[in-house]
């Protein structure tokens, strides 16, 4: 009778060479399996005399645990090989252009945000994002928007229906900008405090170039020595950064607003010969946006002590930037779901702007 030693050499040998799970479980079938050769051995001990049966079993139950021992550790290395081969043939190129069958596009809103998110971003903003629906406190009162003031009116603002009771600073309303976040912001975290905030705001208004629902970035710095010069150098490189233009005039005009004090609003050069609108060096001034020192008050009512603590803020119109950068002349269209337009005026995925890839 074959030795159990010389079965077992032969089947370690088998196990060693085998290039492919599929011949290992071979293996393992014609071993272990059912019919297989140790499965044998094993059914046969039950013909052996007792006291010759005890260490034959021993002995074949060890053969047993060393070939299941050896299947395992081969199933290893097989599994191990096979990982390897994969993660070097399936290598991703990220360098490759996207497929030509992809044609889904970026809408303008959304390319919008994430160039001001990489422009900003470089100059160390984070994002914050807040709640659609706001108390009246955060919309209006922390920014010292007074009782009075147009903007609280209805035909300004959407107040949520079904609140004849509640007190007017609890009062619903759809957010008119996106303040309200930096008001949160305050007052959860301590300065300094440098964010922007993208996002949908409502107010109750449309025509050829309002929409009830439109998009507007605000920017929030709070540090303690933080003055208009910085206000001034942020909102210059923004401009130029933005419309690509590296010598673009930038303007600084006084204006007001509740929540700022100064205030100013910032205008860009442009020229408007011919009909056409070109933005850059010329004889016109477009205005972009707005800004200023937030106003004391507004510090005092988020809990920030504004003996210690100064900032700006500003704040655009997200559709009206696009619409110039990109020469889209008409606001409505922006959420008529037109695919054609999509096409025309989208972008590709790879057009995205990131910290990565630059603002372009
Ligand atoms: C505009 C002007 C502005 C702000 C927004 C702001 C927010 C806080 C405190 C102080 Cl929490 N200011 N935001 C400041 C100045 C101008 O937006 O024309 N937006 C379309």
């Given at each position: 009778?074959?030795?159990?030693?010389?079965?077992?050499?032969?089947?370690?040998?088998?196990?060693?060479?085998?290039?492919?799970?599929?011949?290992?479980?071979?293996?393992?079938?014609?071993?272990?399996?059912?019919?297989?050769?140790?499965?044998?051995?094993?059914?046969?001990?039950?013909?052996?005399?007792?006291?010759e049966r005890k260490a034959r079993g021993a002995a074949v139950n060890k053969l047993k645990d060393e070939i299941e021992q050896a299947l395992g550790e081969a199933?290893?290395?097989?599994?191990?090989?096979?990982?390897?081969?994969?993660?070097?043939?399936?290598?991703?190129?990220?360098?490759?252009?996207?497929?030509?069958?992809?044609?889904?596009?970026?809408?303008?809103?959304?390319?919008?945000?994430?160039?001001?998110?990489?422009?900003?971003?470089?100059?160390?903003?984070?994002?914050?994002?807040?709640?659609?629906?706001?108390?009246?406190?955060?919309?209006?009162?922390?920014?010292?928007?007074?009782?009075?003031?147009?903007?609280?009116?209805?035909?300004?603002?959407?107040?949520?229906?079904?609140?004849?009771?509640?007190?007017?600073?609890?009062?619903?309303v759809l957010r008119t900008h996106t303040s309200p976040v930096q008001i949160r912001t305050m007052q959860a975290q301590k300065p300094p405090i440098r964010i922007?905030?993208?996002?949908?705001?409502?107010?109750?208004?449309?025509?050829?170039?309002?929409?009830?629902?439109?998009?507007?970035?605000?920017?929030?710095?709070?540090?303690?020595?933080?003055?208009?010069?910085?206000?001034?150098?942020?909102?210059?490189?923004?401009?130029?950064?933005?419309?690509?233009?590296?010598?673009?005039?930038?303007?600084?005009?006084?204006?007001?607003?509740?929540?700022?004090?100064?205030?100013?609003?910032?205008?860009?050069?442009c020229s408007r010969e011919g009909g056409g609108l070109k933005i850059g060096a010329g004889a016109d001034w477009l205005e972009i946006l707005g800004s200023g020192?937030?106003?004391?008050?507004?510090?005092?009512?988020?809990?920030?002590?504004?003996?210690?603590?100064?900032?700006?803020?500003?704040?655009?119109?997200?559709?009206?930037?696009?619409?110039?950068?990109?020469?889209?002349?008409?606001?409505?269209?922006?959420?008529?779901?037109?695919?054609?337009?999509?096409?025309?005026?989208?972008?590709?995925?790879?057009?995205?702007?990131?910290?990565?890839?630059?603002?372009?």
């Amino acid at each position: 009778m074959e030795s159990l030693d010389s079965i077992r050499d032969e089947w370690l040998r088998q196990i060693t060479a085998t290039a492919s799970l599929d011949a290992l479980e071979q293996i393992r079938v014609a071993a272990l399996g059912r019919n297989g050769q140790v499965t044998g051995l094993l059914k046969g001990l039950g013909s052996l005399a007792p006291e010759e049966r005890k260490a034959r079993g021993a002995a074949v139950n060890k053969l047993k645990d060393e070939i299941e021992q050896a299947l395992g550790e081969a199933k290893a290395r097989l599994d191990q090989a096979s990982l390897d081969r994969r993660l070097a043939e399936e290598r991703i190129d990220m360098t490759l252009p996207v497929k030509a069958e992809n044609d889904g596009r970026i809408h303008p809103i959304s390319q919008t945000i994430d160039e001001l998110i990489a422009i900003f971003g470089e100059m160390g903003f984070t994002v914050a994002e807040g709640p659609h629906i706001e108390d009246d406190f955060y919309n209006f009162t922390a920014l010292n928007i007074p009782a009075e003031h147009p903007a609280r009116q209805e035909q300004d603002t959407f107040y949520l229906m079904g609140q004849a009771g509640t007190r007017p600073e609890a009062r619903k309303v759809l957010r008119t900008h996106t303040s309200p976040v930096q008001i949160r912001t305050m007052q959860a975290q301590k300065p300094p405090i440098r964010i922007i905030v993208p996002g949908r705001t409502f107010r109750s208004d449309h025509d050829a170039t309002h929409s009830p629902m439109f998009h507007q970035v605000e920017g929030l710095v709070i540090e303690k020595h933080i003055h208009m010069g910085h206000l001034k150098g942020c909102l210059i490189e923004f401009c130029r950064a933005f419309f690509d233009i590296d010598d673009l005039p930038v303007r600084f005009r006084p204006s007001y607003f509740p929540f700022t004090e100064p205030s100013a609003e910032v205008d860009i050069g442009c020229s408007r010969e011919g009909g056409g609108l070109k933005i850059g060096a010329g004889a016109d001034w477009l205005e972009i946006l707005g800004s200023g020192m937030v106003h004391p008050k507004v510090l005092a009512n988020c809990g920030v002590d504004p003996a210690e603590y100064q900032g700006f803020a500003f704040g655009m119109g997200i559709e009206r930037i696009a619409m110039l950068k990109y020469g889209i002349p008409d606001l409505r269209t922006f959420y008529e779901s037109d695919l054609r337009w999509l096409r025309h005026y989208g972008f590709a995925a790879l057009d995205q702007p990131s910290l990565i890839t630059g603002a372009r």
